[in-house]
Protein backbone atom coordinates (compact mmCIF):
# COMPACT_ATOMS: atom_id res chain seq x y z
CA UNK A 1 0.00 0.00 0.00
CA UNK A 2 2.72 2.37 0.77
CA UNK A 3 4.58 1.84 -2.52
CA UNK A 4 1.66 2.56 -4.60
CA UNK A 5 0.97 5.89 -2.37
CA UNK A 6 4.53 6.39 -3.35
CA UNK A 7 4.21 5.66 -6.56
CA UNK A 8 1.20 7.82 -7.53
CA UNK A 9 3.09 10.94 -5.35
CA UNK A 10 5.51 10.55 -8.04
CA UNK A 11 3.53 10.22 -11.24
CA UNK A 12 1.60 13.51 -9.83
CA UNK A 13 5.15 14.99 -9.70
CA UNK A 14 6.41 14.23 -12.38
CA UNK A 15 3.06 15.35 -14.76
CA UNK A 16 3.04 18.92 -12.50
CA UNK A 17 6.57 19.12 -14.24
CA UNK A 18 5.88 18.48 -17.39
CA UNK A 19 7.01 21.46 -19.83
CA UNK A 20 7.48 22.88 -23.15
CA UNK A 21 10.57 22.66 -24.24
CA UNK A 22 12.55 24.14 -27.19
CA UNK A 23 12.64 21.86 -30.42
CA UNK A 24 15.53 20.15 -30.78
CA UNK A 25 15.60 18.65 -33.82
CA UNK A 26 16.81 21.58 -36.03
CA UNK A 27 20.08 21.86 -34.01
CA UNK A 28 20.37 17.56 -33.94
CA UNK A 29 20.53 17.50 -37.45
CA UNK A 30 23.73 19.19 -37.61
CA UNK A 31 25.42 16.33 -36.40
CA UNK A 32 26.05 14.73 -39.16
CA UNK A 33 27.33 11.26 -40.19
CA UNK A 34 29.48 13.27 -43.02
CA UNK A 35 30.78 15.53 -40.42
CA UNK A 36 31.20 12.93 -37.34
CA UNK A 37 33.45 10.64 -40.38
CA UNK A 38 35.73 13.61 -41.51
CA UNK A 39 36.73 14.78 -37.89
CA UNK A 40 36.80 10.79 -36.67
CA UNK A 41 39.96 10.15 -39.40
CA UNK A 42 41.37 12.86 -38.63
CA UNK A 43 41.58 11.96 -34.43
CA UNK A 44 42.19 8.71 -35.35
CA UNK A 45 44.56 8.97 -38.08
CA UNK A 46 48.51 7.67 -37.64
CA UNK A 47 49.52 11.52 -37.03
CA UNK A 48 48.05 10.76 -33.48
CA UNK A 49 50.14 7.80 -32.77
CA UNK A 50 47.35 6.11 -30.81
CA UNK A 51 47.06 8.81 -28.31
CA UNK A 52 48.56 6.97 -25.71
CA UNK A 53 48.31 9.09 -22.23
CA UNK A 54 51.80 11.00 -21.39
CA UNK A 55 52.80 10.80 -24.60
CA UNK A 56 53.33 13.04 -27.71
CA UNK A 57 50.26 11.88 -29.37
CA UNK A 58 47.65 12.53 -26.29
CA UNK A 59 49.30 15.45 -26.60
CA UNK A 60 48.22 16.80 -29.73
CA UNK A 61 45.25 15.13 -29.63
CA UNK A 62 44.13 17.20 -26.79
CA UNK A 63 45.59 20.23 -28.58
CA UNK A 64 43.51 19.40 -31.63
CA UNK A 65 40.37 19.27 -29.37
CA UNK A 66 40.97 22.44 -27.76
CA UNK A 67 41.35 23.94 -30.47
CA UNK A 68 38.28 22.99 -31.65
CA UNK A 69 36.70 24.23 -28.12
CA UNK A 70 37.90 27.24 -29.06
CA UNK A 71 37.23 27.73 -32.81
CA UNK A 72 33.18 27.08 -31.54
CA UNK A 73 33.74 29.78 -29.04
CA UNK A 74 33.22 27.53 -25.71
CA UNK A 75 35.26 29.05 -23.00
CA UNK A 76 37.71 27.19 -21.09
CA UNK A 77 36.49 24.33 -18.67
CA UNK A 78 39.10 24.92 -15.94
CA UNK A 79 39.72 28.49 -15.25
CA UNK A 80 41.86 30.52 -18.34
CA UNK A 81 42.61 26.86 -19.41
CA UNK A 82 40.76 24.34 -21.60
CA UNK A 83 43.55 21.78 -19.96
CA UNK A 84 42.89 20.43 -16.57
CA UNK A 85 46.46 18.72 -16.34
CA UNK A 86 47.06 16.24 -13.97
CA UNK A 87 50.86 13.73 -12.64
CA UNK A 88 50.63 10.30 -13.88
CA UNK A 89 53.68 7.79 -12.48
CA UNK A 90 55.01 4.89 -13.92
CA UNK A 91 58.10 2.64 -13.09
CA UNK A 92 61.16 1.76 -14.53
CA UNK A 93 63.14 -1.03 -14.02
CA UNK A 94 67.09 0.58 -13.66
CA UNK A 95 68.10 -3.33 -13.00
CA UNK A 96 67.40 -6.44 -11.26
CA UNK A 97 70.30 -9.42 -10.24
CA UNK A 98 69.49 -12.71 -8.87
CA UNK A 99 72.41 -15.05 -7.67
CA UNK A 100 73.08 -18.20 -6.03
CA UNK A 101 76.07 -19.37 -3.95
CA UNK A 102 77.67 -16.81 -6.35
CA UNK A 103 76.47 -17.74 -9.04
CA UNK A 104 75.01 -14.64 -11.26
CA UNK A 105 71.30 -14.94 -13.48
CA UNK A 106 70.79 -13.45 -16.28
CA UNK A 107 67.94 -10.31 -16.26
CA UNK A 108 65.21 -11.51 -18.78
CA UNK A 109 66.35 -14.89 -19.43
CA UNK A 110 66.72 -16.51 -16.01
CA UNK A 111 64.73 -14.43 -14.17
CA UNK A 112 61.86 -11.52 -14.36
CA UNK A 113 60.70 -9.33 -12.37
CA UNK A 114 57.11 -7.36 -12.47
CA UNK A 115 58.39 -3.89 -12.14
CA UNK A 116 55.04 -2.35 -10.92
CA UNK A 117 55.30 -4.50 -7.99
CA UNK A 118 58.37 -4.88 -6.69
CA UNK A 119 60.30 -2.26 -4.39
CA UNK A 120 63.80 -1.01 -4.65
CA UNK A 121 65.99 -3.46 -2.21
CA UNK A 122 68.81 -5.65 -1.98
CA UNK A 123 67.81 -9.09 -0.34
CA UNK A 124 70.00 -12.01 0.75
CA UNK A 125 69.33 -14.94 2.37
CA UNK A 126 71.08 -18.58 3.46
CA UNK A 127 67.75 -20.30 3.10
CA UNK A 128 65.22 -20.74 0.55
CA UNK A 129 61.71 -22.26 1.84
CA UNK A 130 60.14 -24.33 -0.79
CA UNK A 131 56.40 -23.99 0.15
CA UNK A 132 54.01 -25.84 -2.62
CA UNK A 133 52.41 -23.86 -4.60
CA UNK A 134 52.54 -21.09 -2.58
CA UNK A 135 48.46 -20.62 -2.28
CA UNK A 136 46.54 -20.28 0.42
CA UNK A 137 43.18 -20.17 -0.06
CA UNK A 138 39.66 -21.59 1.22
CA UNK A 139 40.46 -25.30 -1.17
CA UNK A 140 43.99 -25.88 0.42
CA UNK A 141 46.90 -24.03 2.68
CA UNK A 142 50.41 -24.76 1.14
CA UNK A 143 52.14 -22.88 4.25
CA UNK A 144 50.76 -24.84 6.98
CA UNK A 145 53.23 -25.95 9.66
CA UNK A 146 55.83 -23.67 7.89
CA UNK A 147 57.68 -20.85 9.57
CA UNK A 148 58.69 -18.77 6.39
CA UNK A 149 58.69 -15.23 8.22
CA UNK A 150 61.80 -12.79 6.84
CA UNK A 151 62.54 -15.88 4.87
CA UNK A 152 62.68 -16.30 0.57
CA UNK A 153 60.01 -18.72 -0.12
CA UNK A 154 60.12 -21.01 -3.41
CA UNK A 155 56.60 -21.61 -5.07
CA UNK A 156 55.77 -23.41 -8.28
CA UNK A 157 53.74 -20.81 -10.58
CA UNK A 158 50.29 -21.62 -11.68
CA UNK A 159 47.24 -24.18 -9.90
CA UNK A 160 48.13 -28.16 -9.31
CA UNK A 161 47.15 -30.18 -11.94
CA UNK A 162 42.95 -31.04 -11.46
CA UNK A 163 42.56 -28.06 -8.73
CA UNK A 164 40.39 -25.12 -9.12
CA UNK A 165 41.27 -21.68 -7.58
CA UNK A 166 39.15 -20.53 -5.10
CA UNK A 167 36.72 -17.37 -5.77
CA UNK A 168 38.66 -14.09 -5.37
CA UNK A 169 41.98 -13.29 -5.99
CA UNK A 170 43.96 -15.75 -8.30
CA UNK A 171 47.46 -16.50 -9.80
CA UNK A 172 50.22 -14.24 -9.11
CA UNK A 173 48.34 -11.77 -7.17
CA UNK A 174 47.24 -14.21 -4.79
CA UNK A 175 50.68 -15.97 -4.33
CA UNK A 176 52.05 -12.31 -3.47
CA UNK A 177 48.69 -11.99 -0.98
CA UNK A 178 50.04 -15.26 0.37
CA UNK A 179 53.95 -14.66 0.86
CA UNK A 180 53.15 -11.47 2.66
CA UNK A 181 50.44 -12.69 5.01
CA UNK A 182 53.09 -15.28 6.35
CA UNK A 183 55.75 -12.90 6.33
CA UNK A 184 57.86 -13.90 3.53
CA UNK A 185 60.53 -11.18 3.04
CA UNK A 186 60.61 -12.27 -0.99
CA UNK A 187 58.90 -14.95 -3.08
CA UNK A 188 60.64 -16.54 -5.80
CA UNK A 189 58.44 -18.46 -8.49
CA UNK A 190 59.26 -21.06 -10.95
CA UNK A 191 57.72 -20.71 -14.18
CA UNK A 192 58.31 -22.89 -17.46
CA UNK A 193 57.68 -19.97 -19.46
CA UNK A 194 58.20 -16.63 -17.79
CA UNK A 195 56.39 -13.77 -18.77
CA UNK A 196 59.83 -12.23 -20.29
CA UNK A 197 58.46 -8.58 -22.33
CA UNK A 198 61.13 -6.33 -22.73
CA UNK A 199 58.25 -3.50 -22.69
CA UNK A 200 57.35 -4.27 -19.00
CA UNK A 201 60.95 -3.04 -17.63
CA UNK A 202 58.37 -0.29 -17.33
CA UNK A 203 55.67 -0.57 -15.18
CA UNK A 204 51.74 0.33 -15.62
CA UNK A 205 50.95 4.09 -14.96
CA UNK A 206 49.49 5.30 -11.99
CA UNK A 207 47.69 7.91 -10.60
CA UNK A 208 49.63 8.10 -7.47
CA UNK A 209 53.38 7.48 -6.49
CA UNK A 210 53.47 5.01 -4.21
CA UNK A 211 51.16 1.76 -4.43
CA UNK A 212 48.75 0.98 -1.90
CA UNK A 213 50.28 -2.43 -0.54
CA UNK A 214 53.46 -3.23 -0.51
CA UNK A 215 54.04 -7.14 -1.46
CA UNK A 216 57.14 -9.05 -1.06
CA UNK A 217 59.49 -8.63 -3.96
CA UNK A 218 58.69 -11.35 -6.29
CA UNK A 219 60.89 -13.11 -8.85
CA UNK A 220 59.91 -15.02 -12.14
CA UNK A 221 62.43 -17.57 -11.71
CA UNK A 222 63.39 -20.84 -14.84
CA UNK A 223 65.13 -24.13 -14.26
CA UNK A 224 68.21 -22.85 -14.20
CA UNK A 225 67.70 -20.78 -11.08
CA UNK A 226 65.58 -23.95 -9.52
CA UNK A 227 68.40 -25.97 -9.99
CA UNK A 228 71.19 -23.80 -8.67
CA UNK A 229 68.44 -23.86 -5.65
CA UNK A 230 67.17 -27.45 -4.86
CA UNK A 231 69.49 -29.42 -7.05
CA UNK A 232 68.44 -32.67 -7.73
CA UNK A 233 65.11 -32.59 -6.23
CA UNK A 234 64.03 -30.16 -8.90
CA UNK A 235 61.92 -33.25 -10.94
CA UNK A 236 59.95 -33.77 -7.97
CA UNK A 237 59.12 -30.36 -7.52
CA UNK A 238 57.88 -30.14 -10.92
CA UNK A 239 56.19 -33.53 -11.06
CA UNK A 240 54.03 -31.88 -7.40
CA UNK A 241 55.58 -34.67 -5.68
CA UNK A 242 57.95 -32.89 -3.46
CA UNK A 243 56.81 -31.50 0.05
CA UNK A 244 58.13 -28.29 1.86
CA UNK A 245 61.79 -28.13 2.36
CA UNK A 246 64.33 -25.54 3.35
CA UNK A 247 67.58 -25.37 1.30
CA UNK A 248 70.46 -23.98 2.73
CA UNK A 249 72.05 -21.44 -0.04
CA UNK A 250 73.22 -18.34 -0.25
CA UNK A 251 70.63 -16.30 -2.30
CA UNK A 252 70.99 -12.42 -3.50
CA UNK A 253 68.59 -10.80 -4.72
CA UNK A 254 68.53 -7.18 -6.11
CA UNK A 255 66.26 -4.41 -7.36
CA UNK A 256 66.42 -0.87 -8.55
CA UNK A 257 63.78 1.42 -10.21
CA UNK A 258 63.10 4.58 -10.33
CA UNK A 259 59.57 6.48 -11.17
CA UNK A 260 59.36 8.63 -13.83
CA UNK A 261 57.19 11.53 -13.31
CA UNK A 262 55.06 12.49 -16.16
CA UNK A 263 51.85 14.40 -17.40
CA UNK A 264 48.40 14.22 -19.33
CA UNK A 265 45.22 15.92 -19.44
CA UNK A 266 41.55 16.32 -19.84
CA UNK A 267 39.87 18.99 -22.12
CA UNK A 268 37.17 21.07 -20.95
CA UNK A 269 35.16 23.00 -23.04
CA UNK A 270 32.53 25.21 -21.46
CA UNK A 271 29.24 26.47 -22.97
CA UNK A 272 27.61 28.91 -20.46
CA UNK A 273 23.84 28.66 -19.94
CA UNK A 274 21.28 31.40 -19.26
CA UNK A 275 18.91 31.26 -16.04
CA UNK A 276 20.18 28.33 -14.22
CA UNK A 277 23.74 28.29 -15.50
CA UNK A 278 25.06 27.39 -12.06
CA UNK A 279 24.50 23.83 -13.18
CA UNK A 280 26.28 21.94 -15.12
CA UNK A 281 25.60 18.83 -17.91
CA UNK A 282 28.63 17.40 -18.24
CA UNK A 283 28.96 15.54 -21.83
CA UNK A 284 31.90 13.29 -21.64
CA UNK A 285 34.25 10.49 -24.06
CA UNK A 286 37.76 9.31 -23.74
CA UNK A 287 39.90 10.94 -26.32
CA UNK A 288 43.09 8.46 -24.84
CA UNK A 289 43.83 4.71 -26.23
CA UNK A 290 46.74 2.42 -26.36
CA UNK A 291 49.56 4.18 -28.69
CA UNK A 292 51.67 2.26 -30.39
CA UNK A 293 53.58 -1.02 -29.96
CA UNK A 294 56.86 -1.60 -32.24
CA UNK A 295 55.63 -0.56 -35.55
CA UNK A 296 51.72 -1.05 -34.86
CA UNK A 297 49.77 1.87 -33.82
CA UNK A 298 46.50 1.31 -32.12
CA UNK A 299 43.93 3.76 -34.01
CA UNK A 300 41.34 3.56 -31.44
CA UNK A 301 38.93 4.83 -33.96
CA UNK A 302 35.71 3.57 -31.96
CA UNK A 303 37.42 2.84 -28.86
CA UNK A 304 36.71 5.89 -28.22
CA UNK A 305 37.72 8.28 -31.26
CA UNK A 306 33.78 7.71 -31.88
CA UNK A 307 33.06 9.00 -28.45
CA UNK A 308 35.18 12.43 -28.70
CA UNK A 309 34.33 13.26 -32.52
CA UNK A 310 30.43 12.96 -31.16
CA UNK A 311 31.16 15.24 -27.94
CA UNK A 312 32.72 17.98 -30.37
CA UNK A 313 30.11 17.67 -32.51
CA UNK A 314 27.75 17.64 -30.01
CA UNK A 315 29.33 20.86 -28.90
CA UNK A 316 28.71 22.52 -32.03
CA UNK A 317 25.14 21.42 -32.40
CA UNK A 318 24.31 22.93 -29.14
CA UNK A 319 26.87 26.10 -29.84
CA UNK A 320 24.96 26.54 -32.86
CA UNK A 321 21.37 26.48 -31.03
CA UNK A 322 23.16 29.13 -28.96
CA UNK A 323 23.95 31.34 -31.30
CA UNK A 324 20.14 31.16 -32.61
CA UNK A 325 19.16 32.34 -29.20
CA UNK A 326 18.03 28.72 -28.27
CA UNK A 327 21.11 28.08 -26.10
CA UNK A 328 20.65 25.74 -23.12
CA UNK A 329 19.38 26.96 -19.41
CA UNK A 330 21.58 25.07 -17.52
CA UNK A 331 25.46 25.38 -18.68
CA UNK A 332 27.16 22.28 -20.50
CA UNK A 333 30.76 20.83 -20.04
CA UNK A 334 32.25 18.92 -22.68
CA UNK A 335 34.72 16.94 -21.28
CA UNK A 336 37.30 14.68 -23.11
CA UNK A 337 39.15 12.83 -20.69
CA UNK A 338 42.67 11.19 -20.85
CA UNK A 339 43.93 8.12 -18.68
CA UNK A 340 40.72 5.91 -19.43
CA UNK A 341 42.59 3.34 -21.21
CA UNK A 342 45.45 3.51 -18.04
CA UNK A 343 42.65 3.11 -15.46
CA UNK A 344 40.03 5.88 -15.43
CA UNK A 345 42.44 8.77 -14.48
CA UNK A 346 40.94 11.52 -16.03
CA UNK A 347 37.90 11.21 -14.95
CA UNK A 348 39.24 9.95 -11.32
CA UNK A 349 41.23 13.10 -11.32
CA UNK A 350 38.61 15.06 -12.46
CA UNK A 351 35.88 14.00 -9.83
CA UNK A 352 38.38 14.36 -7.24
CA UNK A 353 39.48 17.97 -8.72
CA UNK A 354 36.10 19.21 -10.07
CA UNK A 355 36.02 22.81 -12.05
CA UNK A 356 32.24 23.04 -11.68
CA UNK A 357 30.48 21.36 -7.85
CA UNK A 358 29.72 18.20 -8.45
CA UNK A 359 26.71 18.78 -6.90
CA UNK A 360 25.92 21.30 -9.17
CA UNK A 361 26.56 18.67 -11.43
CA UNK A 362 22.78 17.64 -12.68
CA UNK A 363 24.22 14.54 -15.05
CA UNK A 364 27.47 12.92 -17.27
CA UNK A 365 25.98 11.57 -19.95
CA UNK A 366 29.48 9.47 -21.06
CA UNK A 367 30.17 8.00 -24.15
CA UNK A 368 32.84 5.25 -25.47
CA UNK A 369 32.78 3.26 -28.78
CA UNK A 370 29.31 4.04 -30.43
CA UNK A 371 30.73 3.49 -34.44
CA UNK A 372 30.49 -0.18 -34.76
CA UNK A 373 27.87 -3.26 -34.20
CA UNK A 374 28.21 -6.03 -31.39
CA UNK A 375 28.38 -9.26 -33.68
CA UNK A 376 27.40 -10.97 -30.98
CA UNK A 377 24.08 -9.36 -30.20
CA UNK A 378 21.74 -11.90 -32.10
CA UNK A 379 18.23 -9.91 -31.45
CA UNK A 380 16.42 -7.45 -32.70
CA UNK A 381 18.26 -4.71 -35.74
CA UNK A 382 21.65 -4.40 -35.46
CA UNK A 383 21.49 -0.81 -37.44
CA UNK A 384 19.01 0.54 -35.17
CA UNK A 385 20.22 -0.25 -31.08
CA UNK A 386 23.01 1.05 -28.57
CA UNK A 387 23.34 0.16 -25.44
CA UNK A 388 22.22 2.39 -22.39
CA UNK A 389 23.96 1.31 -19.36
CA UNK A 390 23.32 3.06 -15.78
CA UNK A 391 19.78 4.78 -16.80
CA UNK A 392 18.53 2.42 -13.90
CA UNK A 393 20.55 4.02 -10.73
CA UNK A 394 21.01 6.49 -8.75
CA UNK A 395 17.95 8.75 -10.38
CA UNK A 396 14.61 7.87 -10.86
CA UNK A 397 14.51 10.56 -13.43
CA UNK A 398 16.95 9.27 -15.96
CA UNK A 399 15.08 6.20 -17.49
CA UNK A 400 11.99 7.84 -18.24
CA UNK A 401 13.98 11.14 -20.07
CA UNK A 402 16.00 9.06 -22.22
CA UNK A 403 12.95 6.33 -22.90
CA UNK A 404 11.38 9.41 -23.46
CA UNK A 405 13.48 11.08 -26.23
CA UNK A 406 14.15 7.97 -27.66
CA UNK A 407 10.20 7.31 -28.17
CA UNK A 408 9.78 11.01 -29.60
CA UNK A 409 12.73 11.30 -31.23
CA UNK A 410 15.43 8.42 -32.13
CA UNK A 411 13.33 5.35 -31.78
CA UNK A 412 16.56 2.83 -31.14
CA UNK A 413 16.20 -0.02 -29.36
CA UNK A 414 17.75 0.48 -26.39
CA UNK A 415 19.10 -2.58 -25.16
CA UNK A 416 19.73 -3.11 -21.31
CA UNK A 417 21.99 -5.81 -21.46
CA UNK A 418 25.09 -4.49 -19.43
CA UNK A 419 22.46 -3.05 -16.21
CA UNK A 420 22.39 -6.16 -14.97
CA UNK A 421 24.57 -6.12 -11.75
CA UNK A 422 25.71 -9.94 -12.34
CA UNK A 423 26.94 -9.16 -15.87
CA UNK A 424 30.39 -10.73 -16.35
CA UNK A 425 31.83 -7.69 -18.18
CA UNK A 426 31.14 -5.36 -15.70
CA UNK A 427 31.05 -2.49 -18.10
CA UNK A 428 29.60 -0.13 -15.33
CA UNK A 429 32.76 0.10 -13.65
CA UNK A 430 34.43 -0.19 -16.70
CA UNK A 431 34.21 3.59 -18.27
CA UNK A 432 34.77 7.23 -17.06
CA UNK A 433 31.02 7.65 -16.18
CA UNK A 434 31.84 5.28 -13.02
CA UNK A 435 33.84 8.60 -11.27
CA UNK A 436 30.81 10.59 -11.29
CA UNK A 437 28.54 7.83 -10.29
CA UNK A 438 30.99 7.13 -7.56
CA UNK A 439 30.42 10.44 -6.18
CA UNK A 440 26.45 10.28 -6.97
CA UNK A 441 26.36 12.34 -9.75
CA UNK A 442 23.74 10.67 -12.36
CA UNK A 443 25.05 8.88 -15.51
CA UNK A 444 24.17 6.98 -18.62
CA UNK A 445 26.84 5.36 -20.25
CA UNK A 446 26.43 4.77 -24.50
CA UNK A 447 28.58 2.06 -25.63
CA UNK A 448 28.18 -0.31 -29.30
CA UNK A 449 29.23 -3.41 -27.19
CA UNK A 450 32.77 -5.76 -27.67
CA UNK A 451 33.84 -6.68 -31.49
CA UNK A 452 36.92 -8.33 -33.09
CA UNK A 453 38.98 -5.16 -33.36
CA UNK A 454 38.48 -3.91 -29.96
CA UNK A 455 41.85 -3.02 -28.48
CA UNK A 456 43.10 -4.26 -31.99
CA UNK A 457 45.51 -1.96 -34.33
CA UNK A 458 42.68 -2.83 -36.49
CA UNK A 459 39.90 -0.36 -34.55
CA UNK A 460 40.15 1.76 -37.56
CA UNK A 461 37.99 4.74 -38.96
CA UNK A 462 36.60 3.04 -41.97
CA UNK A 463 35.24 -0.11 -40.19
CA UNK A 464 32.92 2.30 -38.50
CA UNK A 465 29.47 2.69 -39.39
CA UNK A 466 28.65 6.27 -39.27
CA UNK A 467 25.11 5.70 -39.98
CA UNK A 468 24.64 4.47 -36.99
CA UNK A 469 26.97 6.36 -34.82
CA UNK A 470 25.10 9.39 -36.15
CA UNK A 471 21.50 8.05 -34.52
CA UNK A 472 23.14 7.40 -31.73
CA UNK A 473 24.81 11.09 -31.12
CA UNK A 474 21.28 12.37 -31.46
CA UNK A 475 19.59 10.24 -29.41
CA UNK A 476 22.61 11.54 -26.28
CA UNK A 477 21.73 15.31 -27.68
CA UNK A 478 18.48 15.08 -27.43
CA UNK A 479 18.84 13.53 -24.07
CA UNK A 480 21.47 16.03 -22.63
CA UNK A 481 19.17 18.90 -24.31
CA UNK A 482 16.27 18.19 -21.70
CA UNK A 483 18.30 17.71 -18.87
CA UNK A 484 19.86 20.75 -19.95
CA UNK A 485 16.29 22.88 -20.75
CA UNK A 486 14.09 21.15 -17.90
CA UNK A 487 13.14 23.16 -14.67
CA UNK A 488 14.96 21.29 -12.10
CA UNK A 489 18.17 19.25 -11.58
CA UNK A 490 17.55 15.30 -11.72
CA UNK A 491 16.80 14.18 -8.29
CA UNK A 492 19.14 11.79 -6.72
CA UNK A 493 16.66 8.98 -5.09
CA UNK A 494 18.32 5.85 -5.28
CA UNK A 495 21.92 4.58 -3.60
CA UNK A 496 25.26 3.67 -5.83
CA UNK A 497 24.79 -0.13 -6.00
CA UNK A 498 27.09 -1.56 -4.05
CA UNK A 499 30.23 -3.31 -5.43
CA UNK A 500 33.80 -1.38 -6.76
CA UNK A 501 35.80 -1.73 -9.70
ZN1 LIG B 1 37.06 3.16 -24.20
Same mark, same amino acid.
Given at each position: ?8 ? /? ?5 ? !?? !? ?18 ? +? ?17 ? +? ?23 ? =????? *??QDSLEQASLSVN? =? ?22 ? @? ?69 ? #? ?12 PRTIYPNSYYIT ?14 ? !? ?9 ? #? ?12 ? !???? /? ?12 ? #? ?26 ? #? ?29 ? @? @? ?5 ? +? ?26 ? $? ?8 ? /? ?18 ? $? ?27 ? $? ?28 ? $? ?9 ? *? ?25
Amino acid at each position: MKKFILLLA /VCAAGAA !QA !QKLPDPRPFAKTITADDLKK +QLFIVASADFEGRETATEG +QRKAAAYIENYFRTLGLKPGNGDNY =QLFYP *VFQDSLEQASLSVND =QPFTFNKDFFVPVALDYSAELGSS @EVVFAGYGISDSTRNDYKDLNVRGKIVLVLGGQPAGTAPAPGRRGFIAKQEAAQKNGAAALLILQPNIPRN #VRDVKGNMSLTEYPRTIYPNSYYITEPVARAIVGDDLTAL !QNGSAQPKTYT #VNLHLGLQKSTLHL !QSSD /VLGFLEGTDLKDQI #VVLSAHYDHLGKRGNDIYYGADDDGSGT #VSILQLAAAFAKAKAAGKGPRRSILFLANSG @E @EKGLFGS +QYYSEHPTYPLDKTTVDLNIDMIGRIDP $NRKIGDSTNY /VYVVGSDKLSTDLKPISEGN $NKKYSKLELDYKFDDPNDRERIYYRSDHY $NFARKGVPIIFYFDGIHADYHQPTDTPDKI $NYDIMEKRAHL *VFFTAWEMANRNDMLKRDIALPVGSR
